[in-house]
């Protein structure tokens, strides 16, 4: 196989150019029967295959950088740079992360994780390499998805002034993780499919394979005809050289599109057009479910452990239709995560309440809050880690206003295999700083519904944090009305009083039971709000616990338990605070199990933390 010949960074230019064809269908066979085992990202790997080769063909790794936006498309580059066997462990507690890290590899040279930083970080390099007075080459590999994403723009405006050279791979599959939405997306199907542009693409080809001088070739053609055919001219208007759009799944086309590239003493934009899902028949008829995978049959495509009970996003998006059956006023906003969040069936049922503002965080929080000036109720669903983008526009534009915005945030906590980009483990921190912000966690499915619904009836901004995977369904007797700022105690003893948020019950009441075993009496309460918390409780019960023990899937640093200990000290109760939540770290890749049992925080663990507590 040819495959086995490439065992360390640069072993593919010993690749003659007509076996080219044949490395990629085995790098697809190699990722889909990995992916299939392990999970991740398979649809956009697929996708970026020849491009990538093309890259490492044209490019001296590491002298030369390659900054991957959001990363997920990479895996084709560390199997490239020597990584092969790290793709058994891959995104596995202590194995080979499924993004760019730099402490991995040198060929990685900028992690990412989050989209739309690529073109930013790449213009910080080419700076410091003019700085340094050195040479090498800097490319970004920015999705069509990602130009969604404000800061994409605010790096091209300052890209257009370079007058030095740097690489921007526009890799458009006309995707993110669901399909591309918006102005960019449209105008990128125009260039796509104008005719007489597509008729002059064949003749710029033709003298890429003849004429040493393809740049100005271009530009003559350009300058001639692109006006002509192709609408707007964004990226030459800008200032950006452009060529495209390539195919892109031509390797020795990419390669010499890439080294004339390099030649242009300012940015260029190379559009280069794949096919999400290439090769295996599944993905590319359904990328959005393969862009992030669990592991699967490969015959078919189908999970190898397919779900039995609903998640909380299928209780979400329950929920999502009832309250916009019951209220017109409702609008679900979301940031290129309509699958992922569970909004699609409100956007069949209610297209026109239903807004997906791309991979713009910043912009859709401030749209929510026009939309709440205006008379409506937007709920803006995303991810806990992408949420961290608009923490400005969250506290200027809805928390100063007081604005009745809810803020329906996925993923909280860890989410395991994406890693430290993606751990949801900051928000209860940064949403329960903000002034008017009211912030609550659900213990199980029918709590998620019930603070759907009171917080859209509430007329304030308001955060319902609940984590991924499959709902709890346990307490089911146990849904006391909620009322502002009141927990809900479960089990009232005396001694020890878990004070437990949101995903972290299921877990007290493993804890109680062992302690209950080992003579212990012990309390457990569901905290339900993290603001405002429940005071008045925590008062009463200091007159008959002596230990409060706090519990959060949140970093300690300005969580839950900071502000119980901070109550207890200001009234001088006599109890201690024994707070279980993350510490101050980011948290690496591996299942959600690993890790609490590596930050001592599942159920045996912290009943030993309390006793130990308690023993002191």
Known sequence: MLLDQINQTGDIKAIAREDYPELAGEIREFLIDKISKTGGHLASNLGAVELTMALHIALDLPKDKIIWDVGHQSYTHKLLTGRKEGFDTLRQFGGMSGFPKRCESDTDCFDTGHSSTSISAGLGMVKARDLKGEDYAVVSVIGDGSLTGGLAYEALNNASRLETNYIIILNDNEMSISESVGGMGKYLNNVRTAQGYLN???????????????????????????????????????????????????????????????????????????????????????????????????ENGLPRNPRTTANYQDIFSTVMCKLGARDDKVVAITAAMADGTGLKRFRNIYPDRFVDAGIAEEHAVTYAAGLAIGGYKPVFAVYSSFLQRAYDQILEDVCLQNLPVVFAIDRAGLVGSDGETHQGIFDLSYMSSMPNMHVMAPKNKWELS????????????????????????????????????????????????????????????????????????????????????????????????????????NVASGGFGEKVRSYIDEKRLDANVLSIAIPDQFITHGSVDKLLKELRMDAQSVAERIIDEVQR
Do not use: W
């Open 450 to 553: 019930d603070m759907l619904k009171f917080a859209v009836g509430l007329n304030a901004p308001v955060a319902v944090r609940y984590p991924r995977g499959n709902a709890y369904d346990g307490l089911e007797d146990f849904r006391a009305p909620i009322e502002m700022g009141k927990c809900e105690p479960i089990y009232e003893e005396k001694d020890i009083c878990l004070l437990a948020v949101g995903s972290m019950v299921k877990i007290a009441e493993e804890v109680r039971l062992i302690l209950k075993d080992r003579g212990y009496k012990c309390s457990l309460v569901n905290t339900r709000f993290v603001k405002p918390i429940d005071t008045d409780y925590i008062h009463r019960a200091a007159a008959t616990h002596r230990l409060f023990v706090t519990m959060e899937e």
């Open 200 to 298: 002059l693409k064949e003749d710029v080809y033709a003298q890429l394979r003849t004429s040493t001088k393809v740049v100005d070739s271009i530009r003559r053609a350009k300058n001639s005809f692109k006006q002509l055919f192709v609408p707007g001219m964004v990226f030459e208007n800008l200032g950006i050289t452009y060529l495209g759009p390539v195919n892109g799944h031509d390797t020795a086309g990419l390669v010499r599109a890439i080294k004339e590239a390099r030649k242009v003493k300012k940015a260029v934009m190379i559009h280069v057009v794949t096919k999400k899902g290439k090769g295996y028949e599944p993905a590319e008829k359904h990328p959005a479910r393969f862009h992030g995978t669990e592991p699967f049959i490969v």
